[in-house]
């Protein structure tokens, strides 16, 4: 009913950038507008964690450790969510998901792996 395409993961070294996209498309968004989508990230051996969400008025959400340095937005009318990472750093290594509420129903992606490192 509901797919999440994400993209964007891979190596980078520590202060270089990456940038992560996650395409929604199924039909219940003939019916159903997202009501938010956001990033969330698994380090190993760690609890996943919030990074950062957009409400659709366009409110952003971020944590503490990714404010200044990462950047969500989103694209209504194509259902999809971006997250600019800058000024990256060995512990933003993690596996990152993309998850999406719509029609009062969370729905995350498959993930894709991130790693900061020389």
């Known amino acids: 009913q509901v797919q999440l395409v994400e993209s964007g993961g891979g190596l980078v070294q520590p202060g270089g950038s990456l940038r992560l996209s996650c395409a929604a498309s199924?039909?219940?968004?003939?019916?159903?507008?997202?009501?938010?989508m956001g990033w969330y990230r698994q380090a190993p051996g760690k609890q996943r964690e919030l990074v950062a969400t957009?409400?659709?008025?366009?409110?952003?959400n971020y944590a503490d450790s990714v404010k200044g340095r990462f950047t969500i937005s989103r694209d209504g009318a194509k259902n999809t969510v971006v997250l600019q990472m800058n000024s990256l750093k060995p512990e933003d290594t993690a596996v990152y998901y993309c998850?999406?509420?719509?029609?009062?129903?969370?729905?995350w992606g498959k993930g894709t792996l991130v790693t900061v490192s020389l």
């Open positions: 998850k999406i509420i719509v029609a009062g129903m969370n729905y």
């Open positions: 199924g039909s219940i968004f003939s019916r159903f507008n997202i009501l938010e």
């Open positions: 957009i409400n659709s008025g366009g409110t952003t």
